[in-house]
């Protein structure tokens, strides 16, 4: 089947293949148009960016708006502080996530089931900046809720806004209770998706619940798992700027622990009102990532190449 | 292979897309900007060619200095300033837009819309909404010292405005401005601001304290020194512990250590370069470029200290960094707080006994006092002449008339009135000493106009009506005192070149904002030597020297 496969040339491809294709279409004109087409746009990350002349008529500077983010002498703590944030959220979140979509799944009562879900699913739709005000009202040393709770209780404050040690535990948690509801869906149909004949097999064998997940529903997870891991490892260099610009704010007690690139370059670049620069820190974040998927994807070759994504 | 395709094709647009990302604001702002601003100067020649001789023959007679100008087609200007649309007084400010349109249509065959651009993130949004340069704006309220109207201009953002076209479109406003105020407003020989150059205004920054209270704590002719404030601090804390001394929020440490550095020496600080200030000259030698925040180690201790005490005291809430939502300035009217820190302006305001202010209706001993940042050294600089201004957007479709209704809305006291007060009898009526009153039936909370349309660009005072219910002779008092002490902005002339010092720039406003927040609340840890000490070689660091020396040998073209 190969073999005649490969024999045939493009044009015969296409034409035996042109249903698939047509289904196609729309998603590659769609990443044709707001993903291709303002790549010119990249080179503004070069200029010096003038309304009037626009981004080809401005003048050429190289390298000049890359310069403040290498001289800050912060790039190693911001990338190592974005990426290591990332890493949490994706691994601590897709096991969560697998976890979460396999307890939906082994759920008898349809109507528990709809209602957990709902609920899990709901804080996915609160904006970052209610989250922010939210977590400030509850942590807050003078009227924070968590304060009053402890202060009747006669025990110490709570000083978290000064600390910010408790920061990354914090985060994190933040995190995984906002995005775990949604990011259980793509498993869960997954999960949905195995055969309903291998389960019943492996039941009439007396495999028991956690046999079965372990021996049937993980490992038909896992070619999705190593798909959405590549896909997160893109942006691991991206960090998440509405998160943390609305919890953490701008004190600068906490920057040690939660200034992220995004925050940074907010911070420095929101006075000096730039597209040159900001875009030349999205360039770089890019390339970051760019590196690191055809790293990961090359290792994961290696290991297991059906799982690879090119 | 199949799959392997469509996994590579996958793959390549991921990664594009995250490069996009970075990119992708930048062509939306682009289109057409070259045309458009063509086509703008075009017409700016051309228009007086086309004379509309039936209208010129109709308007000739009434005096009318637009009488050849081609007004037939209605146009709509839209000015944008910084501030909040107008909610609760939605009603009235309809009705008053309506009339002055209906004026404005009548006299030059145009009508205003106003852009308000939220005080969120207003920096952003205006400047982005300048940068679409596609129409969307005409007016263009700027400042050279809060709003980048220079790197504004630099970026091509503004209108050149000839003198030819002044005297045109703008002629009252092209009289009323002396040879020498236009000079400021020129950049490489170009005129691009029309300066609020005839309203009084202080807006040198101080804390609106409260001087009853100031005196029950000792202070017997009010607090004149930062160590005053100290004393008043306490003792508001100690005696009234149901009010936050002062209720801050994290922005203003900037304001507080820019304030301290003026009340403590000479220094007189170049507007514009960055939000701190950092560089300037002092009052004997203007023109040699210093940062007396390198140089004043000294007194940035002494400030840490002070202000680590004030923590302590509890002067603002523990978690002041992270409060967004302070809400100081109205919880100071009620008497929820006791002091306020922003500009002489504002005190005008709190110090009067207006319907809003309730402390003085409620306690017939209220009164507040203000101490200015820069008394104990007596160093005060009156406000550059740009600290408001009007531009023209060079993506606007009709520069001439947006300069017509300039003209009318700066001059005309009719629709002057109208815009800055609203309708008289609704919103303001004038009292028989030429005062500025409130109507019976007036609410404030639905009525008022005067403030809400934000216009600081061209107020004048030869129209301007005083407000009766401000304290004028407490208020005149403080005037003179400021017009005995003051000298004029030395560096109106100066626009600084930063496109070499930019990268530096940038880190060290990020540096100030990391250390001097933490210095500012005395939320730093270790001493204050040690914190200073560590800002100091931060700055330095990140180049603040290259930018003294660069700003020093701009200072030397322009002014040796």
Redesign the interface.
């Known amino acids: 089947m190969k073999k005649r496969k490969s024999d045939l040339t493009f044009l015969e491809k296409v034409v035996r293949n042109r249903v698939l294709l047509f289904m196609c279409l729309p998603a590659v004109i769609f990443f044709f148009m707001f993903n291709y087409m303002p790549l010119p746009g990249i080179y503004v990350a070069f200029v010096k960016y003038n309304y009037r002349d626009g981004i080809f008529g401005s003048k050429f500077i190289g390298l000049d708006n890359f310069k403040f983010l290498a001289t800050s002498g912060q790039l190693w703590t911001l990338t190592k502080n974005t990426i290591l944030y990332n890493l949490a959220f994706i691994i601590l979140g897709n096991m969560l996530a697998v976890f979460v979509a396999i307890l939906l799944n082994e759920m008898q009562s349809k109507w528990f089931k709809k209602v957990s879900q709902t609920i899990l699913f709901l804080p996915y739709f609160i904006s970052q900046v209610l989250v922010g005000l939210l977590v400030f009202n509850l942590l807050n040393y003078d009227t924070g809720f968590v304060n009053g709770i402890l202060s009747s209780l006669g025990m110490e404050r709570w000083q978290p806004y000064s600390d910010p040690n408790v920061w990354p535990v914090l985060m994190v948690v933040i995190y995984l209770w906002q995005q775990t509801g949604y990011n259980s869906v793509v498993y869960f149909a997954s999960i949905m998706g195995i055969d309903g004949e291998m389960m019943e097999a492996a039941k009439v064998d007396g495999a028991n619940g956690f046999q079965r997940i372990r021996y049937i529903i993980l490992p038909s997870l896992k070619p999705t798992i190593v798909i959405l891991l590549l896909f997160a490892l893109g942006g691991i260099v991206k960090g998440n700027f509405g998160l943390f610009y609305n919890i953490v704010g701008s004190n600068p007690i906490l920057y040690p622990t939660t200034d992220i690139i995004e925050t940074f370059v907010y911070r420095s670049t929101v006075q000096s009102f730039n597209f040159s620069t900001a875009s030349a820190v999205g360039f770089y974040q890019s390339v970051v990532g760019f590196v690191i998927v055809m790293t990961v994807n090359y290792i994961v070759k290696k290991i297991e190449p059906d799982y690879s994504l090119f | 292979?199949?799959r392997?395709l469509?996994?590579?094709?996958?793959?390549t647009?991921?990664?594009?897309?995250?490069?996009?990302?970075?990119?992708?604001?930048?062509?939306a702002?682009?289109d057409g900007?070259?045309a458009d601003?063509d086509a703008a100067a075009d017409e700016g020649t051309t228009a007086d060619e086309g004379t509309a001789a039936d209208e010129g023959a109709a308007a000739a007679d009434s005096g009318d200095p637009w009488a050849d100008v081609d007004t037939s087609e209605h146009v709509v200007i839209t000015y944008m300033t910084t501030g909040d649309t107008p909610s609760g007084t939605k009603e009235k400010y309809d009705e008053m837009m309506a009339k002055l349109n209906e004026i404005l249509t009548e006299k030059v065959n145009a009508e205003l819309d106003i852009n308000f651009i939220s005080w969120t993130?207003y920096?952003?949004n205006y400047?982005?909404t300048?940068?679409r340069?596609d129409g969307t704006v005409d007016l263009v309220g700027t400042a050279s010292d809060w709003l980048?109207a220079w790197?504004n201009a630099?970026?091509?953002?503004f209108l050149e405005l000839s003198e030819d076209m002044l005297k045109k479109y703008a002629p009252k406003t092209w009289e009323s401005i002396p040879a020498e105020n236009w000079e400021l407003c020129k950049y490489n020989g170009e005129i691009y601001l029309m300066p609020e150059d005839n309203y009084a205004q202080w807006v040198n920054h101080g804390f609106t304290y409260r001087l009853d209270w100031a005196k029950e704590a000792g202070l017997e002719n009010g607090v004149h020194s930062w160590e005053d404030l100290t004393t008043y601090f306490r003792y508001v804390k100690e005696t009234y512990p149901d009010i936050i001394p002062w209720d801050s929020d994290?922005t203003q440490y900037a304001t507080m250590v820019g304030g301290w550095i003026s009340s403590h020496s000479n220094y007189v600080a170049i507007d514009g370069i960055?939000?701190g200030a950092m560089w300037g000259g002092t009052k004997d030698d203007l023109y040699t470029v210093y940062s007396p925040y390198m140089t004043d180690t000294d007194s940035l201790v002494e400030f840490a200290k002070m202000m680590k005490e004030w923590d302590e005291i509890g002067v603002w809430?523990?978690?002041v960094?992270?409060n967004?939502?302070a809400t100081n300035r109205d919880d100071y009217r009620v008497g929820k707080v006791a002091a306020e820190q922003h500009h002489t302006q504002t005190w005008t305001d709190l110090v009067s006994k207006t319907p809003a202010n309730t402390i003085y209706q409620d306690d017939a001993d209220a009164a507040s006092g203000f101490f200015w940042f820069g008394e104990e050294a007596k160093n005060l600089t009156a406000l550059s002449i740009t600290h408001g201004a009007m531009a023209i957007s060079?993506g606007s479709a009709n520069p001439e008339r947006a300069l017509m209704v300039y003209d009318l809305l700066r001059n005309d006291p009719e629709c002057y009135k109208l815009f800055c007060y609203g309708v008289e009898g609704v919103s303001y009526e004038i009292t028989d000493d030429g005062l500025r009153t409130t109507p019976e039936g007036y609410n404030q909370d639905t009525d008022n106009i005067n403030g809400t349309t934000n216009y600081w660009w061209g107020r004048n005072d030869d129209l301007e009506i005083r407000d009766a219910s401000r304290d004028w002779d407490t208020i005149d008092a403080l005037y003179a005192e400021y017009d005995g002490l003051k000298i004029e902005y030395p560096y109106g002339q100066f626009v600084a070149e930063?496109?070499a010092i930019?990268?530096?720039?940038?880190?060290i406003?990020?540096i100030h904002?990391?250390?001097m927040?933490?210095i500012a609340f005395g939320?730093y840890a270790g001493t204050a030597e040690e914190i200073v000490a560590e800002y100091q070689a931060a700055l330095e660091?990140?180049?603040i020297n290259d930018v003294t020396a660069e700003l020093q040998r701009q200072f030397d073209g322009l002014y040796k």
Request: charged share 20%; hydrophobic share 40%; net charge negative.
């Open positions: 292979m199949k392997k469509a996994a590579v094709l996958l793959a647009s991921m990664v594009a897309g995250l490069t996009a990302c970075g990119g992708s604001d930048a062509p702002a682009d900007t070259v601003e993130d920096l952003s400047n982005l300048l940068a340069m980048d790197p630099k970026n091509g953002a994290g960055n939000s809430q523990t978690d960094l992270n967004t939502a060079a930063v496109d930019q990268a530096q720039i940038q880190n406003n990020q904002e990391q250390y927040k933490q939320k660091g990140a180049g």
